[in-house]
């Protein structure tokens, strides 16, 4: 009789155990199904471009919510054009490899990914004179002959990298073309730097070149103290164009 009832009893309990993992289970599925689950994948139409081009890049997302989803498109170059799923990149003036991410985020959940694109010079005349400036006078100047063959684009770019060598002060830049100031008195350097500094910047040149021909260019630095060896012009680069760069001595 007893057995009959502790066999009755591990029968009722067996029975509980049962109907409470079914509904243990059930929950969980449940669970599973009211989860947001938030997946991105990114690609672009190339991921090779030149300096100022453009390429659309497209978010393709996997998301079994039903919120609005939010997207923040970043880059550490160039520009974003647009939101939501797709959008334009434009490229910066400088070459490199550049990384684009896009964080998406709905009610629950955000999932963050990236994608590169790397930047090349395209069509550009690229001389490196490593030239100082020189001279015993306040203004100095460096001049080139500039022979422009074909234009590639409307928006003609011109770089210049300099190396604040041993000037123990700032100057003042000015870049002519053909006689017409292009920059004036543009302060570069720094006072007593602790180091040689770089400087380098971008100026638009496209008013003043405008179709194929020969342009002088100059460069004229204003400078506080005279000393030897004090600014060297390390790169010029004319970005949009092809032909040569020379030095007039």
Known sequence: ???????????????LLSVALISACDTNNLLDIDREMLDIDLDTDVQTVNIGDTTTINAHIDYSGDAVLEYEWDTNGGRIVGDGASVIFVAPETAG???????????????????????????A???????????TTFT??????????????????????????????????????????????????????????????????????SAPGNYELTLSLDIVNVMEDAWLLQKLTVIGAEGSLSEIR
């Open 1 to 15: 009789m007893k057995i009959q009832k502790l066999q009755k009893y591990l029968h009722t309990l067996f029975l």
């Open 97 to 123: 490899t550049y990384t684009i991410t896009l964080e998406v985020s709905g009610r629950s959940v955000s999932e963050r990914t990236n994608i590169q694109i790397q930047v090349e010079l395209g069509n």
């Open 125 to 135: 005349i690229i001389v490196m004179p490593n030239r100082y400036w020189q001279g």
């Open 140 to 209: 100095q100047t460096l001049s080139f002959r500039l022979n422009i063959e074909e234009l590639f684009r409307d928006n003609i770019t011109l770089r210049y990298e300099i190396l604040q060598d041993t000037a123990q002060a700032g100057a003042f830049l000015s870049i002519a073309i053909d006689g017409t100031p292009v920059i004036q008195d543009e302060r570069i350097g720094s006072v007593q730097p602790a180091r040689m500094m770089s400087i380098a910047d971008d100026v638009d040149v496209s008013s003043f070149i």
